[in-house]
């Protein structure tokens, strides 16, 4: 029996498919370029693409921010279960605790009908960004902060966690970088969400393993080592040693290459010049020609170009956003992505359950305790 091909990572494996997004002739959304979605949506109009299935008309964008306005509050033990993580919790894996926490306080939790995990995924879209400030508030010694529901969701994302008026610019460079982070296919952490689902679990229970998948630094952890790495060379000029050092000793540079995309990522594209702007803006130029010079000489010798995760850590430094919130952040733009791919999986279910390859060895007789040598 000839054995079915196995590709390491699943690397090129057609494992599902999906009307959500396209990877094909560019990134899209439900038949969307980001380019155009980035230029003139907000947030809440692609989540509503996302989840509902279209862009809403103006009554029903109304309708959707009313109804994010109307959730936004988070039950008051799950603030006081807030206050009691250690500080040294990372904020990612209070994120995760935090998903599993909503769950408990939501009422339609374990119905997996279309209507009621829109309904759940809606709720999860406006409390885990409120979960995130008010914990970020909590560590620094201050009490948590309401959302304003006269705000947008990325005004009202860096009002909550910086306190401060946030400019125009500010806002709609947040809007964008919200909407790139958004939904993207089959990554890692959206198929785990949808191998979750698969099983007929529930939407919370997809969005904590998700939130552990995002994680890792080969996913979206990748946007706090970013600033690690720019931090650590410190100056353009010690940009073209660092790089070749950690070449040479085979490191990963976080921000660079990625699965699918290998002659570039639209998304870092699309991010740059607002970056560069927003550099500009803030007093952040040295950093920015420190990122370009480090991506020319990557690009010399290993030929990778940037992810979408290079421009946006330099972009959320330039807000004066702490590090620990940058994958945070990608956590609260991606609850759409993720949960529209959970309720696409259930409205089509089949347990997602592949086959391995077996390397160990062959069959092996049984031998008592006593018999198996000293
Ligand atoms: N730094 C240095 N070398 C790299 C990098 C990198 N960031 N990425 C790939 N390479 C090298 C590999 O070492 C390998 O080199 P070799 O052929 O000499 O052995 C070659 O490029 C091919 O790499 P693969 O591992 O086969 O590529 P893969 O598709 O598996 O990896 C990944 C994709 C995991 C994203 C990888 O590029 C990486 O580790 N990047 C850094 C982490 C990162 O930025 N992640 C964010 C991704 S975007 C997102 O999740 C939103």
Redesign the pocket.
């Known amino acids: 029996m000839s054995q079915p091909q196995y590709s390491p ?1 699943l ?1 090129g494996v057609v494992a599902g498919e999906t009307a959500i997004s396209s990877l094909d002739g560019g990134l899209s959304y439900r038949g969307y370029s980001i380019e155009d979605l980035a230029h003139h949506a907000s947030f809440e109009e692609v989540a509503h693409l996302l989840l509902h299935g279209d862009l809403p008309t103006a009554g029903e964008l109304d309708d959707f921010r009313r109804r994010l306005g109307s959730q936004e509050v988070v039950p008051p033990p799950i603030l006081e279960t807030l206050r009691r993580i250690p500080v040294k919790v990372p904020m990612m894996d209070v994120m995760r605790t935090g998903a599993s926490l909503l769950a408990h306080w939501d009422n339609e939790v374990a119905d997996n009908a279309h209507d009621a995990n829109v309904r759940k995924a809606e709720r999860l879209l406006v409390q885990l960004p409120i979960l995130m400030a008010a914990r970020h508030r909590l560590v620094q010694g201050k009490e948590p902060v309401s959302a304003d529901p006269r705000r947008s969701f990325a005004e009202n994302l860096l009002w909550m966690l910086l306190r401060n008026q946030p400019t125009p610019q500010m806002t709609r460079a947040m809007d964008v970088s919200l909407i790139l982070y958004a939904e ?1 296919e089959f ?1 890692a952490s959206t198929f785990t969400a949808r191998v979750i689902a698969s099983t007929l679990s529930d939407l919370h229970s997809s969005i904590c393993g998700a939130i552990g998948a995002l994680k890792g ?4 952890g ?1 946007n706090e080592r970013v600033l690690a790495i720019l931090q650590s060379i410190g100056t353009t000029d010690k940009a073209e040693a660092w790089v070749m050092d950690a ?1 040479a000793k ?10 699918v995309y290998k002659d570039g ?1 639209p998304r870092a594209a699309y991010v740059k010049p607002m970056c560069s702007e927003l550099a500009a803006q803030t007093g952040n130029t040295p950093m920015e020609e420190l990122a370009d010079k480090v991506q020319e000489v ?1 690009w010399r010798e ?1 030929k ?1 170009p940037p ?3 290079w421009p946006t850590a330099r972009l959320y430094h330039y807000f004066g956003l702490a590090v620990e919130l940058y994958t945070p952040l990608f956590v609260v733009a991606r609850t759409a992505g993720w949960s529209a791919h959970v309720i696409e999986q259930l409205d089509q279910n089949r347990l997602i359950r592949p086959a391995a390859n077996y390397t160990g060895p062959g069959k092996r007789e049984w031998k008592a305790v006593g018999d198996r040598g000293a």
């Open positions: 990572g690397e993207h990554n630094p080969l996913h979206g990748a070449l085979k490191q990963r540079i976080m921000g660079f290459g990625h699965r990522d990557v290993k990778l992810n979408v995760d």
